[in-house]
Nanobody, 122 residues
């Protein structure tokens, strides 16, 4: 079992920055692909960013490319999401998740945090 706890959310003006953290416990995250997801009110949860086990490869939603950066520190069992040039449409609850690679080659997110809220004022 992996327990994930997000932090770092808050209120920021458009154009500002926030750094989200996801602290894991129970098991090392070094064997998991880690991802960040966002859910806006009344909408489905959507993918934001993903980072591979050793941090060697990252993926981003098109809407955040060039503004958001995902990173991880396996020694600290923590994953980060640096968000710059924030826009009102980036607001929502941000969730951290841990995934394994299935036999079909897809990522299966088995563990989720409870989220941290990001509000961006215009």
């Amino acid at each position: 079992q992996v327990q994930l706890v997000e932090s770092g959310g808050g209120l920021v003006q458009a154009g500002g920055s926030l750094r989200l953290s996801c602290a894991a416990s129970g098991r090392s995250i070094s064997s998991y692909v880690m991802g960040w997801f966002r859910q806006a009110p009344g909408k489905e949860r959507e993918f934001v960013a993903r980072i591979t086990w050793d941090g060697g490869s990252t993926s981003y939603a098109d809407s955040v490319k060039g503004r958001f950066t995902i990173s991880r520190d396996n020694a600290k069992n923590t994953v980060y999401l640096q968000m710059n040039s924030l826009k009102p449409e980036n607001a929502g609850d941000y969730y951290c998740a841990a995934a394994t690679l299935s036999s079909r080659g897809s990522y299966e997110y088995a563990y989720w945090g409870r989220g941290t809220q990001v509000t961006v004022s215009s």
